[in-house]
């Protein structure tokens, strides 16, 4: 099991920029798949970002790129030309495969907050 700890939320104005981090403590962690979600009140999970193994990513959002660092055993998720719309709970998840269904991922953070401002 991977334990996660997601950083660098806040509150940001519209058009700035954000780069979340997450920490992974456990075993392996350079054999997971990972990803970041987000969920805004009201509206269903969604997923932002997956990264393999090796680094390769989807990313649905050309704002966002997401990157990896096994000797750290931390991922990240850079966020540029925010939108209010992009205010949410941000989630990292682990997982043994790339996946967009949240099911497939085994470990969850707690979560960290990103509010944009208009």
């Known amino acids: 099991q991977v334990q996660l700890v997601e950083s660098g939320g806040g509150l940001v104005q519209a058009g700035g920029s954000l780069k979340l981090s997450c920490a992974a403590s456990?075993?392996?962690?350079?054999?997971?798949?990972m990803a970041w979600f987000r969920q805004a009140p009201g509206k269903e999970r969604e997923l932002v970002a997956a990264?393999?193994?090796?680094g390769g990513t989807y990313i649905p959002d050309s704002r966002f790129t997401a990157s990896r660092d096994n000797a750290k055993n931390t991922v990240y998720l850079q966020m540029n030309s925010l939108k209010p719309e992009d205010t949410a709970v941000y989630y990292c998840a682990s997982g043994p495969v790339v996946a967009r269904d949240e099911r497939q991922y085994t470990s969850w953070g707690q979560g960290t907050q990103v509010t944009v401002s208009s």
């Open positions: 456990g075993r392996a962690f350079s054999n997971y798949a």
């Open positions: 990264i393999s193994p090796s």
